[in-house]
């Protein structure tokens, strides 16, 4: 009986590794058959965490590719062919991710992938692509590690990374005349790739330019009580107060600390202050307090203003940052497929990587471009409260407002 | 080194935590006492006492402190059929460990439907004074904070009274102190056992509303908060009301002030090596007698 299931357990093992190394071998010379039928769809395969932890976002970037594909097919499709979504949910779990885009790849054979939502599975996602030599373009993975794999054919579909985002403000501070600038400065971050490399993004080059780092406070992503870490802060007296926040802890730091009455003459919190519902969040004491951002409604690119109509029409809201991502994901793969003139596996996928890699795409978010690790060649705008509006303050010749520094009392 | 007024915000910080964690400690302390029950849903009820608050002030306009009105009771009746119809039908013999994995349940169902209803979505009360504060001798003292921590003294003030004043309160301590023996001179010790139990899920609901008013809630919270508030009750004494008190105060000062150097993250293990060393060198507690003779 032993030996017999013994051996039936082998036979099976062989079995399955011949079939795999079959179908492994069909995917390798595919290309011509599958691509062969010009009215077929071009099916986008994506996993995206639709339940568990990262669910919110997750159901924006999936409005955010319906609204691509809409948009794309009411304009009657790519080469002649309508646009298809394959979306699986992986539960925001890593694990499902890599099952997910192998059997999108392997099983189900679409044209092409584009990323999952967070740092977090962006990694292990473009990991099977690249096995499988496929196009990876993905609207989440903004963290330094993201780009220190070595990924061949990873691109990040929005103007900067993390450690970007406060560049424009950096240089502003820098330039300021030395008795205005800031002396010392108060960091606290959450303890995710995202968050704290915003903040140390800041970090690195306001200390190269000379400012004191006085607090540096890494915290649980759980963390709800925050009146210690803000106690810190408010000791210190530091100048200007930088978090690498989220949304929620990013409005519990804000008023812990203005429950201890620190007044500093800066604040920027990435992520949080961007957030519609903001302002009602900390009892609308907003004032001066800055955020770098990636998308506005207002940025008069061509296609946002067609965006943001059709998406508003389709959805009944205006998208935020998270739906413009997965659009403009979506866009630099409709601009590489039109320019290449092929959507399917195979030998298609190397000349889509290498039109990205070597050309600017108009998007949402304004021309993007991208180095040999896929990091985009850009910065994030600065956002700033002024008289109860968040607006555009940095860079210069985007402003909507002048830079409000020391900011008023919160 | 930490400046003066930085261990001074510390400690008020501190105490102003330390009362929560006493009241939310109360509870959970009562009912091992009563029936040797530990009941790891407690937290779970803490944080449906939280949304609760937080539904009606969002949804209904309501000041969450009014929520408390029908909370408490609701609570209460819940903590009553709790014991009747599922820990009561435990065997005596087993109940300690069973009543772990029964317990385990129904804290998963609890966070199983509040994600069901009201998603994952960190959620947080918007009250106009949220971030108001004043000063008492050089520190800040936030409006909510201080609010919470009234609920808390006050809530635990009354069930010390109804503990030591009533002829419930003296049944219960009977049914705490000795079983058997609290029968023998006519207490309905099941019956007695139910309040008791339901008296321990109104302090959730007390301590899930206070809890609301200044930090961020989302389903899966209250994994966050059972750990610390077992250490609690094995410090102060297994069953002990004012032996959890205590214990809570001192530790949440504790964690508090090991914010400074360590930072939040290891601050958080002063619980667990609480625990480990009430365990190893005074398993009874360091301030109620073994469980809960004394009370």
Not at chain 1, 42 to 47: A, E
Not at chain 1, 266 to 285: H, Q, R, V, Y
């Amino acid at each position: 009986m032993a030996t017999s299931r013994t051996k039936r357990t082998r036979w099976a093992t062989a079995l399955g590794a011949t079939m795999a190394l079959a179908l492994g071998a069909c995917g390798g010379d595919d290309g011509g058959p599958s691509g062969g039928g010009t009215d077929e769809p071009i099916v986008v395969g994506i996993s995206l965490p639709l339940t568990g932890d990262f669910s919110e976002p997750g159901k924006g970037v999936q409005r955010g590719y319906e609204a691509w594909a809409k948009i794309t097919n009411d304009k009657g499709g790519l080469l002649g062919r309508k646009v298809e979504l394959k979306i699986l949910d992986d539960q925001s779990n890593a694990d499902r991710v890599v099952s997910d885009y192998e059997q999108l790849i392997g099983q189900d054979q679409v044209d092409i992938v584009v990323g999952p939502f967070s740092t977090r599975l962006v990694v292990p996602a473009a990991r099977v692509a690249e096995e499988y030599g496929m196009l990876f373009v993905e609207p989440a993975g903004a963290a330094e590690e993201v780009f220190q794999q070595g990924f061949k054919n990873l691109f990040y579909a929005a103007p900067a990374v993390a450690n970007d985002h406060y560049n424009h403000l950096a240089e502003y501070l820098l330039a300021l005349p030395a008795d205005q600038r800031p002396k010392t400065a108060a960091y606290a971050a959450m303890d995710d790739p995202f968050a704290q490399g915003t903040a140390y993004g800041l970090k690195e080059k306001l200390e190269a330019g000379g400012v004191r780092t006085v607090v540096d406070e890494v915290y649980p992503p759980n963390t709800t009580d925050f009146s210690s870490i803000a106690a810190k802060i408010a000791a210190s007296k530091a100048d200007i107060v930088v978090g690498g926040s989220q949304y929620q802890d990013g409005v519990n730091l804000i008023v812990a600390l203005q429950q201890l009455n620190y007044q500093p003459k800066l604040a920027a919190f990435s992520t949080a202050p961007t957030n519609p519902e903001f302002a009602a969040a900390i009892g609308n004491k907003t004032e001066g307090i800055l955020a770098p951002t990636g998308y506005t409604q207002d940025a008069k690119y061509p296609s946002n203003v067609e965006f943001v109509e059709k998406y508003t029409a389709q959805f009944g809201s205006p998208p935020e940052e998270d739906e413009a991502n997965a659009y403009t994901t979506g866009q630099v793969v409709a601009a590489a497929i039109t320019a290449v003139g092929c959507a399917e596996q195979g030998e298609c996928q190397k000349k889509l990587i290498d039109w990205v890699r070597s050309n600017t795409v108009e998007t949402v978010v304004g021309p993007l471009s991208w180095d040999e690790t896929g990091k985009p060649k850009g910065a994030h705008m600065i956002q700033q409260w002024v008289k109860g509006e968040i607006q555009i303050v940095l860079p210069e010749d985007a402003k909507e407002a002048d830079f409000v520094y020391p900011k008023p009392a919160w | 080194m930490p400046s003066g007024a930085l261990l001074f915000q510390s400690v008020i910080l501190g105490l102003l935590l330390g009362g929560l964690y006493a009241l939310l400690a109360a509870g959970l302390t009562l009912y091992f006492g009563i029936m040797r029950v530990v009941m790891i849903a407690h937290s779970a009820f803490l944080i449906l006492a939280a949304y609760l608050a937080w539904w009606s002030h969002s949804r209904l306009g309501i000041d969450p402190l009014l929520s408390l009105l029908v909370t408490v009771p609701l609570f209460f009746a819940c903590g009553v059929l709790l014991q009747r119809l599922l820990l009561a039908r435990l065997r005596p013999a087993t109940m300690t460990m069973m009543s772990v994995l029964l317990t385990f349940a129904i804290a998963v169902c609890v966070e199983g439907l509040l994600g069901y209803v009201f998603t994952g979505t960190q959620r947080r009360i918007q009250l106009g004074y949220g971030s108001a504060s004043f000063e008492v001798l050089g520190a800040r003292v936030a409006v909510v904070k201080l609010i919470a921590f009234g609920l808390a003294a006050v809530s635990l003030l009354a069930l010390y009274l109804l503990m030591k004043r009533t002829t419930f309160g003296w049944a219960l301590r009977a049914t705490i102190q000795h079983r058997d023996a609290a029968r023998l001179v006519g207490i309905d010790t099941d019956r007695v056992a139910g309040f008791g139990f339901g008296l321990g899920l109104a302090t959730a609901a007390v301590g899930g509303t206070a809890l609301s008013l200044d930090t961020t809630i989302y389903p899966s919270l209250h994994w966050h908060w059972i750990g610390p508030l077992m250490a609690i009750i094995v410090v102060g004494g297994l069953g002990s009301v004012p032996g959890a008190a205590a214990a809570a105060m001192v530790l949440g000062l504790l964690q508090s002030l090991l914010q400074i150097p360590l930072g939040t993250t290891w601050a958080q293990t002063v619980f667990y090596i609480a625990l480990f060393a009430t365990l190893a060198f005074r398993p009874q507690g360091f301030f109620g007698g073994r469980l809960a003779q004394r009370f």
